[in-house]
């Protein structure tokens, strides 16, 4: 007899206010992944986005899966709630779990703990012979060969945006404001190229996103798969860092093989400021020669930028937003900086006595300040944060952009223009009212 499983990709209402005006939002692969291990023969599959889709809290289930990054945490325990008090057995797996694994499980009855390509299928299997154990962790470095394409096909509402795939894993940085290093294997692997091509094949869709934390990780590698994903001729965007990006042939592979834009972590300005967080491989005097290239070969930079480090001041909203405007830098996703649990920048926030919030909620680096800033408040580094996304999007500073970038015209003033609209600020200071109370 058959189980019923519900896989959530969850996104509390804070975040998916932000995020629904946004045209460029492609789908988190990993429920349609692990969708991907699941005998059909065993048990029936419901997948749910809460991007686009509503939670069937109205069905009964035998087991309710929810991925969990530390945003979601609190609004994850209360899903959880509500299917255990209608019987349903709950399974947390994800980056939040893997750092406080102990706090998880007080809120469900099964944890996974780091990566899940051994453990989720073990436990699938014990879940069904009712003989499941409370804790699966991750003990060996999983192989990334021969791994399943995911489950598209359950994938509701979404057409130009569920083209999301993989080709390596990890990072061979250490930022300390980034937790890959505590959810990951420490070992940068990749997928066989045969495989990755396959898995793009079954892309219906001609557009599609590399979601891989550094594409451009291992350059022999990647040169190998570009130059087979040429002949699929299908568009994509992808994740690297900047100083990979002053390899010529790299980019003309990327160019030839359809890549449309790089999102790159440029994060800061400021030398100091990238020195102290572990990202010297960013050279701040090297950014407008790198870029310029990047648009030579016809592609679009979505700029990462963090801002709340120790060297940022109050004059530092203004002049990045000069920066990104004679860089030509086509889009940026901006973010406060934010210590997510168990990085070295948590650590030191805590041991500074610097922290204003445990709330997780908060944790979403878009719409909260959770700790003091260095050199301005709190409240000022939110407004100068809300001052920056307002002038990047504005009208002045789209043109001015594009004139310098002279990229992908039509699909930038889309995604700008996406971007323009999901500025909503009444609830992002109520957001950070309520962190003040609490903390004081």
Request: with cysteine; aromatic share 12%.
């Amino acid at each position: 007899m058959k189980k019923t499983i519900l896989l959530i990709t969850p996104e509390n209402r804070e975040i998916n206010r932000f995020r629904r005006k946004q045209f460029n939002n492609f789908i988190q692969i990993t429920m349609p992944y692990l969708a991907a291990f699941i005998d059909e023969s065993k048990y029936e599959i419901t997948l749910v986005d809460e991007y686009n889709q509503r939670i069937p809290y109205d069905r009964d289930f035998s087991l309710v899966a929810l991925t969990v990054n530390t945003s979601n945490a609190t609004h994850c325990y209360e899903i959880a709630k509500i299917f255990k008090e209608k019987g349903s057995k709950i399974v947390m797996g994800g980056p939040h779990v893997t750092l406080l694994p102990d706090e998880t499980e007080e809120h469900c009855d099964y944890i996974i703990i780091g990566e899940a390509e051994e453990t989720w299928p073990i436990f699938l299997n014990d879940f069904y012979h009712s003989t499941p154990s409370d804790r699966y962790s991750c003990s060996n470095i999983p192989s990334l060969n021969k791994l399943p394409i995911p489950r598209r096909d359950l994938i509701g509402k979404r057409y130009f945006t569920k083209g999301a795939v993989f080709a390596t894993r990890g990072c061979p940085y250490k930022c300390s404001y980034c937790n890959l290093k505590q959810i990951y294997c420490d070992e940068f692997r990749v997928r066989p190229v045969e495989d990755v091509i396959e898995d793009i094949r079954s892309i219906k869709s001609k557009y599609f996103v590399f979601w891989d934390d550094n594409f451009f990780g291992d350059i022999n590698y990647v040169k190998s798969l570009m130059k087979e994903l040429k002949k699929l001729k299908k568009k994509w965007a992808a994740q690297v860092t900047l100083e990979r990006c002053k390899d010529e042939e790299l980019l003309q592979l990327a160019k030839e093989s359809g890549c449309m834009y790089l999102f790159i972590g440029l994060e800061s300005f400021s030398e100091e400021n990238l020195q102290e967080v572990n990202k010297g491989i960013n050279d701040v005097m090297k950014y407008k020669k790198i870029i310029n290239a990047i648009h030579t070969y016809g592609i679009s930079v979505q700029a990462g930028i963090i801002f709340g480090f120790d060297h940022d001041r109050k004059d530092t909203f203004e002049a990045t937003l000069k920066a990104c405007n004679n860089l030509g830098i086509d889009g940026t996703t901006v973010s406060i900086l934010t210590p997510l649990p168990q990085t070295p920048l948590y650590q030191q926030l805590k041991k500074e006595e610097r922290l204003l919030s445990k709330d997780w909620r908060h944790y979403n680096g878009k719409t909260s300040v959770v700790y003091k800033p260095k050199n301005m408040t709190k409240e000022e580094l939110y407004e100068g944060y809300m001052w920056f996304r307002r002038e990047f999007y504005s009208f002045k500073s789209i043109l001015k952009r594009m004139i310098i970038s002279k990229t992908n015209i039509m699909h930038n003033l889309i995604v700008n223009l996406g971007y323009k609209l999901s500025i909503r600020e009444n609830g992002f200071k109520k957001a950070n009212k309520d962190i003040e109370t609490k903390h004081n």
